[in-house]
């Protein structure tokens, strides 16, 4: 093979692959190990502005030896835009993920201190998070420009939260979640807002429309995620919003004890 393709000509070809494919053949032969090293195939897999992206980080990135080092350094969450997101790469595809803080969230009333609070969280990756003291209108808006995002990329995102010992009212009602790409609704549902339970599945786990309910479930770094919905950027139009919800306002119940750190959006993986 050595003497059939030079070795630019290799690292072209396994462009057209994803990071771990490209890892994984480097082990064929000599002249694919070294292609698979190269700064021309690692530019491939890093964002198309990843020089913007750097300029937005709150820690400058050192000094890097390769492409393929850096690649790997932004496969790790980063805080961006004065630390109100993280950004990082999804390792073995190169798409972009993100995580929105609750300061960059839209939360009803979440500037009254009577029914929200703004504290630091051990275990968060933000400055602060935000708890729910009380109230009964519990509504959370999230946009991100598709710009941001994948092109042709199914997304997940997720509500991260946690509970305060004291939480109440939380799961009286399903609280209801929608995504919208640009004007079109692309997805609606239900889930529950309530503690896992060692994987038992409860009584509130009820049947709403027809749909099971999502709750939420541990993460592994001291936080929970629920599920709210998935989209399609098909990266047409880089002027559109994504606009994700979380809403219970038709009961009249008082509900507290919510702690957010924010939402999460990365992309589909088959579980």
Known sequence: MDDLLPQDCVARILSFTSP???CRVSLVCTLVGAAAKTDDLWVKFLPSDYLE??????DSPLDFKSKKELYLWLCSPNPIDNGNKMFWLDKSTSKRCYMLSAREL???????????????????????VAE???????????KISTRMLSPK??????????????????????SEVSIEVGNRQVMRGTILLRRPEDGKKQPSERIFMGEEERVPRERGDGWLEIELG????DGLDDREDVRMSVKEVKGVQLKGGLIVEGIELRPWKEE
Do not use: C
């Not at 992206?53 to 709150?58: A, D, E, I, T």
């Not at 009803?108 to 602060?128: C, M, V």
């Not at 729910?132 to 999230?142: D, F, N, S």
């Open 153 to 174: 990329t199914t997304y997940t995102a997720h509500l991260i939260l946690n509970f305060a010992n004291r939480a109440y009212g939380l799961d009286a009602l399903p």
């Open 132 to 142: 729910l003291i009380t109230t009964w209108w519990l509504e959370i808006i999230a």
């Open 53 to 58: 992206v750097l300029s937005r980080l709150v």
């Open 20 to 22: 771990r494919d490209a």
């Open 106 to 128: 839209s939360i009803t009333w979440g500037n009254d201190h009577l029914y929200w609070s703004w504290k630091p969280f051990i275990q968060s990756r933000f400055a602060e």
């Open 230 to 233: 998935e989209f399609f950027n």
